[in-house]
């Protein structure tokens, strides 16, 4: 099992860059399937991007080109570069981890796009 606490959230103004970080405690981390997840006010959580144990990545139309998911397997952690930041990013990002059988969610950390 493994246990996830998402770091690096806060308030930017359009066009900035913040960069998520997870941190995973527990054993065989370099086995997930990593990815951040969002959820603004009203509306279901959505996925941002994915990336698996073997380094392939997914992304959600909408941040393609402007994010970028990795990890660290060594340091049993994962981050998100989020790059060109636009209102409609203001979310709740959620750390997500992923094997045949089970799904494990962080906290959460707050990422509001603001002038």
């Known amino acids: 099992q493994v246990h996830l606490v998402e770091s690096g959230g806060g308030l930017v103004q359009p066009g900035g860059s913040l960069r998520l970080s997870c941190a995973a405690s527990g054993s065989s981390f370099r086995l997930y399937t990593m990815g951040w997840y969002r959820q603004a006010p009203g509306k279901q959580r959505e996925l941002v991007a994915t990336?698996?144990?073997?380094?392939?990545?997914n992304y959600a139309d909408s941040v393609k080109g402007r994010f970028t998911i990795s990890r660290d397997n060594a340091k049993k952690a994962e981050y998100l570069q989020m790059n060109n930041l636009k209102p409609e990013d203001t979310a709740v990002y959620f750390c997500?981890?992923?094997?045949?059988?089970?799904?494990?969610w962080g906290q959460g950390t707050q990422v509001t796009v603001s002038s």
């Open positions: 997500n981890a992923k094997s045949p059988l089970s799904a494990t």
């Open positions: 990336i698996t144990s073997g380094g392939s990545t």
